[in-house]
């Protein structure tokens, strides 16, 4: 069977599968089921077309990490065939254990990382595999000599974040966000084993970095996307409550009921990976209409595009302004304070516009020498951060 197959990509036309093993894991049950999660979790609900998928995200990562592997071999960068398939097998299951609708339930159904659950799936298919990814689990973690390959899976400047941010722009219709990808690849080159770009990309630096802080705050973290996901964390904490202490419920998937009746206790890999969006939609359809009048009211909101009110600003809310909006919600709802705390979200978010620590972005000089952003950028204070509270309740 030809397994090296080419797959029709809107972002980059014809991506190639490089390496038969890497064929054989996007065949696999675990990595298919990347196609039913989400990419941007809420966000279609502000940007109709950002309906993408983390399986369209891996793929196009792994299209970006191909392309960089064969442009250091072009610079005379040895990289051997082995370290190529399994570079591509690193980024390729980077991804795999988000959960259903990505970061947004990030920590709330289980309290694990989805960079945790992505190395014990790659733990668990190097088993079936009989060792054919341990090195690609070196390069992941980062314990390979070579680091230059761990910093095109994870760093300040990797092949993820260069797809997620030209796809998320593409789908969402955010324009602020596109990227000079294919430039950015051309920069780069290795010196000391060390991914470093070459000087005169300091301006598609400056335009990536830029990007990403529009692409923050004018998508992951619109004010609408923020009510949303605070509306949808606290539809499935009250579900997973309800799995626990109520008499019945409706029906709801099994690997998702067994998975919130026993997520502080015995978490199983199993269940979480039979679970996906589908399983948390059907459970928020199955009880738009239910006796648990918070639950229902969360459900009916999120299905019908019946967001709360997001307020942001850049000090800290007044005791005052949020005791008012607890009275407000509670008149107009109909209900006691203790049930109008549980709708009512505050905190802060913050972005950093580029953190050095651990890899800072480096630059190779004309002259030879090895030079941080931060030194040769004329953007200013780089390492300078965004802070912003909310607060975010129904609207009345």
Same mark, same amino acid.
């Given at each position: ?19 038969? *093993? ?11 089921? *990347? ?38 071999? %072009? ?7 082995? /370290?190529? #398939?399994?570079?591509?097998?690193? +980024? ?12 947004? =339930? ?10 945790? +659950? ?5 733990? #668990? ?7 054919? *990814? ?8 980062? &314990? ?19 797809? !997620? =941010? ?19 690849? &051309? ?7 060390? =991914? ?6 300091? @301006? ?15 998508? !992951? ?7 949303? #996901? ?10 997973? !409550? =309800? ?31 039979? +679970? ?5 939609? @059907?459970?928020?359809?199955?009880? /738009? !209409? ?12 999120? *299905? ?16 005052? #302004? ?31 516009? @580029? ?18 952003? /931060? /030194?040769? %950028? ?11 509270? @909310? ?6």
């Amino acid at each position: 069977m030809n397994k090296k197959k080419i797959i029709n990509d809107p972002i980059y036309g014809f991506i190639n599968i490089p390496f038969e *093993l890497v064929f054989d894991i996007i065949e696999h049950p675990y990595f298919q089921r *990347l196609r039913r999660i989400y990419q941007v979790g809420m966000t279609n609900l502000i940007y109709p077309g950002a309906n993408h998928t983390r399986f369209h995200h891996t793929l196009g990562a792994l299209h970006l990490m191909w392309q960089s592997i064969q442009h250091l071999r %072009s610079k005379g960068i040895l990289i051997s065939d082995e /370290e190529a #398939e399994a570079s591509c097998l690193a +980024i390729l299951m980077h991804d795999i254990g988000h959960g259903p609708f990505s970061h947004a =339930l990030e920590g709330v159904l289980i309290h694990q990382s989805h960079e945790d +659950i992505s190395l014990q799936i790659m733990k #668990e298919v190097n088993q079936k595999y009989e060792g054919d *990814l341990d090195l690609a689990i070196e390069i992941f973690t980062g &314990k390979y000599h070579r680091s230059f390959l761990h910093q095109l899976v994870s760093s300040e400047l990797d092949v993820d974040r260069l797809d !997620y =941010l030209n796809r998320d722009s593409f789908y969402s219709g955010v324009v602020e966000g596109k990227i000079g990808t294919d430039r950015i690849i &051309k920069m780069l080159n290795v010196v000391d084993n060390e =991914l470093v770009i070459e000087e005169k990309g300091l @301006y598609s630096i400056e335009k990536f970095l830029m990007a990403r802080k529009i692409m923050y705050w004018q998508v !992951y973290m619109h004010k609408t996307v923020l009510a949303a #996901e605070k509306m949808l964390i606290s539809a499935v904490e009250r579900l997973k !409550y =309800l799995v626990v202490n109520a008499s019945h419920l409706a029906p709801i998937s099994i690997p998702l009921q067994h998975l919130l009746r026993h997520s502080h206790t015995d978490f199983q890999l199993q269940d979480f990976l039979k +679970i996906d969006d589908i399983d948390v939609l @059907y459970a928020l359809k199955q009880h /738009e !209409y239910w006796e648990d009048d918070l639950f229902s009211y969360l459900c009916e909101g999120l *299905l019908n595009r019946r967001l709360f009110r997001t307020q942001l600003q850049t000090k800290a809310f007044a005791e005052a #302004e949020m005791e008012n909006i607890h009275t407000k919600v509670g008149d107009f709802l109909k209900i006691d304070r203790d049930l109008a705390e549980k709708l009512i979200f505050s905190g802060t978010e913050t972005t950093q516009f @580029y953190n050095d620590i651990p890899h800072q972005i480096k630059f190779l000089m004309k002259d030879g020498r090895i030079l941080p952003f /931060e /030194e040769i %950028s004329e953007l200013g204070a780089t390492n300078s951060q965004t802070k912003k509270h @909310y607060l975010v309740y129904p609207k009345f």
